[in-house]
């Protein structure tokens, strides 16, 4: 099942299917329209019957929404002049009282405080009930209401009392007037209204909050009048609507929905379903859903073969040339096809100058990159040519001198000459031409020094065991040339002070690698003689002044220790990203 919707889902991305679906998009419209029409013409006496039924619950409900209307009237209008009520007395007593005998049914009629004291009223002035539920529930959410109470606690029998808040110009709360209306008088209204329809009605009223105010009597228990699993606080907040439902007894009803006062109390109302209108739904919906599907499979086989042939395998054959021409750099003609349309035709020609343009981009910057490699490679030959001749004329030099302390002198210079001309070499030897390995330069250096007489033997003509041990680290010119210097000098200078205590063998051991941050560090250590056979100290020739600005240069930091048996120097310097001159 996994792999079958992994499919499906890959399919979605594709040309044609996507192309197929804005078909069945663009038929739709088409397609909705015939539905529609249809379907609104087989179901017309079903919306009519709905139409008729809003009218018919309202008629059915109208006597008792006279009495709901009127009593929501009359509190209204006290509740504007509640600050003169508060001031009558007795008198806005007796004006009460004489309301209640003309308004039947209303049981009660009065001004409840904002503490819950029944201030003036047509009977019970003075009494507190602001332990009710309803006055508290107005207290906490002041709003016009109308709910069922079992036992007022003036009339002392079941009502419909109808609640609007008094609201002071500041928009604070200063009581509410209610009208009570006799719950048994109502129910008698609304058994009078659903026997008048010309057919039988069930007619249930409720408030906002879904709670049953009254419920018809001939419409017998709650399961024939509500549907299944009736949310009556949502229909409030629906409002105005008709619609088909199941009752709890499994009945299918009619049910229709209007307002007796706008947002706080309702009329449900509900009538028998004809069995025979099911069927004919049945059949209506078929034969309005059967030629726009028809239309689609039409539209959708269409648009299938017209992409397949127009777009897919053109793309595809592009798409296969470009990959042939990714990897081997070859152009391939194009298939001629009748279908292709010309859009396609003219990106097939477009990619075809724009490989042919790469193409010719390729092979003048290779041209130039190896014209490039070709002069470096010669410039740093040159460069190394001139310094071995500069090195040589000193050998020359230094043959004809006969001061030991001048041909010293002239050796150290041959020999950093020689370091020079040694990174020069590697930059032309190596295929990176701008960069240097490191641990090859080194090697090169120590081993051209060892040679040349300065090591391998100490000045006793002793043996010197010689170690090294190199990273791979990869220096551009900037960093290699003086790093290769001051390797010389401290190569030359640990084979010039060297020593080692007698019958043991002098020895030198160089490192090279890199530390945590990524610099690298250079570690030079070499046996020293007794202290009574030292030289004279290190660190007064121009050796180490060399090595100190070398370290400077390279932006790092020297050390140097000595503990009696082996002399230590090390290096440490960042390794410099290669910055391009351009």
């Known amino acids: 099942?996994?792999?079958?919707?992994?499919?499906?889902?890959?399919?979605?991305?594709?040309?044609?299917?996507?192309?197929?679906?804005?078909?069945?998009?663009?038929?739709?419209?088409?397609?909705?329209?015939?539905?529609?029409?249809?379907?609104?013409?087989?179901?017309?006496?079903?919306?009519n019957s709905s139409a008729n039924l809003l009218s018919r619950t309202a008629e059915a409900a109208a006597?008792?929404?006279?009495?709901?209307?009127?009593?929501?009237g009359a509190a209204r209008m006290l509740a504007a002049a509640a600050p003169l009520l508060r001031n009558e007395g007795e008198l806005c007593e007796a004006g009460l009282a004489r309301f209640l005998d003309r308004a039947d049914p209303v049981a009660f009629v009065g001004y409840v405080s904002a503490d819950g004291i029944v201030q003036c009223a047509s009977d019970g002035v003075g009494t507190d009930v602001s332990e009710r539920p309803s006055v508290v529930d107005m207290v906490e959410n002041p709003r016009e209401r109308a709910m069922v109470i079992g036992d007022g606690a003036i009339t002392q029998r079941a009502v419909v009392a109808v609640g609007v808040p008094v609201i002071s110009a500041e928009g604070d709360y200063n009581g509410f007037v209610t009208v009570s209306l006799e719950h048994g008088a109502l129910a008698e209204a609304m058994v009078d209204g659903a026997a008048a329809s010309d057919r039988p009605i069930n007619l249930v009223t409720f408030n906002a909050s879904g709670e049953i105010l009254t419920a018809g009597e001939n419409a017998g228990s709650l399961e024939r009048q509500l549907p299944a699993n009736a949310d009556l606080a949502n229909l409030a907040r629906i409002g105005r609507t008709a619609f088909i439902g199941t009752t709890e007894s499994g009945q299918r009803r009619f049910f229709a929905v209007?307002?007796?006062?706008?947002?706080?109390?309702?009329?449900?109302?509900?009538?028998?379903?004809?069995?025979?209108s099911v069927i004919a739904d049945g059949l209506h919906v078929a034969y309005s859903l059967l030629?726009?599907?028809?239309?689609?499979?039409?539209?959708?086989?269409?648009?299938?073969?017209?992409?397949?042939?127009?777009?897919?395998?053109?793309?595809?054959?592009?798409?296969?040339?470009?990959?042939?021409?990714?990897?081997?750099?070859?152009?391939?003609?194009?298939?001629?096809?009748?279908?292709?349309?010309?859009?396609?035709?003219?990106?097939d020609?477009?990619?075809?100058?724009?490989?042919?343009?790469?193409?010719?981009?390729?092979?003048?910057?290779?041209?130039?990159?190896?014209?490039?490699?070709?002069?470096?490679?010669?410039?740093?030959?040159?460069?190394?040519?001139?310094?071995?001749l500069i090195a040589s004329i000193i050998n020359m030099k230094m043959r004809k001198m006969s001061d030991p302390a001048?041909?010293?002198?002239?050796?150290?210079?041959?020999?950093?000459?020689?370091?020079?001309?040694?990174?020069?070499?590697?930059?032309?030897?190596?295929?990176?031409?701008?960069?240097?390995?490191?641990?090859?330069?080194?090697?090169?250096?120590?081993?051209?020094?060892?040679?040349?007489?300065?090591?391998?033997?100490?000045?006793?003509?002793?043996?010197?065991?010689?170690?090294?041990?190199?990273?791979?680290?990869?220096?551009?010119?900037?960093?290699?040339v003086p790093m290769g210097l001051a390797l010389s000098e401290l190569v030359m200078n640990a084979f010039k002070y060297i020593g080692a205590p007698e019958g043991e063998t002098p020895w030198i051991a160089i490192d090279l690698h890199t530390d945590e941050s990524g610099g690298a560090v250079l570690d030079i250590r070499n046996s020293v003689p007794p202290a009574g056979d030292a030289p004279e100290p290190r660190g007064d020739g121009l050796g180490s002044k060399l090595v100190n600005a070398f370290a400077r240069q390279l932006g790092g930091t020297l050390s140097e220790t000595n503990d009696g048996r082996e002399h230590r120097t090390v290096l440490s310097f960042p390794i410099a990203a290669f910055q391009d001159a351009a």
């Open 406 to 480: 001048e041909r010293r002198v002239l050796v150290e210079l041959q020999h950093r000459v020689a370091s020079i001309a040694r990174v020069h070499q590697k930059l032309y030897e190596t295929s990176a031409e701008e960069r240097v390995r490191a641990d090859e330069l080194f090697s090169a250096i120590v081993e051209q020094t060892a040679a040349a007489g300065v090591g391998g033997v100490n000045a006793s003509g002793a043996e010197i065991d010689l170690s090294q041990n190199y990273e791979e680290v990869v220096l551009y010119p900037d960093q290699a």
């Open 63 to 72: 006597r008792e929404a006279s009495h709901i209307q009127a009593a929501f």
């Open 349 to 388: 020609e477009t990619w075809q100058l724009l490989a042919e343009s790469v193409l010719r981009d390729e092979a003048e910057l290779h041209n130039s990159i190896h014209q490039k490699t070709v002069l470096l490679k010669e410039v740093h030959h040159r460069v190394k040519n001139n310094l071995q």
């Open 291 to 347: 030629f726009p599907a028809a239309m689609w499979l039409a539209g959708l086989a269409v648009a299938f073969f017209s992409v397949q042939a127009m777009v897919i395998k053109p793309t595809r054959n592009l798409r296969a040339r470009m990959l042939m021409f990714m990897r081997n750099r070859r152009i391939i003609p194009r298939n001629q096809s009748p279908w292709e349309p010309q859009e396609l035709v003219d990106m």
């Open 1 to 47: 099942m996994t792999s079958v919707l992994s499919r499906l889902r890959e399919r979605s991305h594709s040309l044609t299917f996507r192309i197929a679906a804005l078909m069945a998009l663009a038929l739709l419209p088409i397609g909705l329209i015939s539905v529609n029409q249809t379907y609104l013409l087989l179901k017309e006496t079903d919306k």
């Open 258 to 276: 209007v307002p007796i006062e706008q947002g706080v109390v309702f009329a449900l109302g509900s009538w028998a379903y004809r069995a025979d």
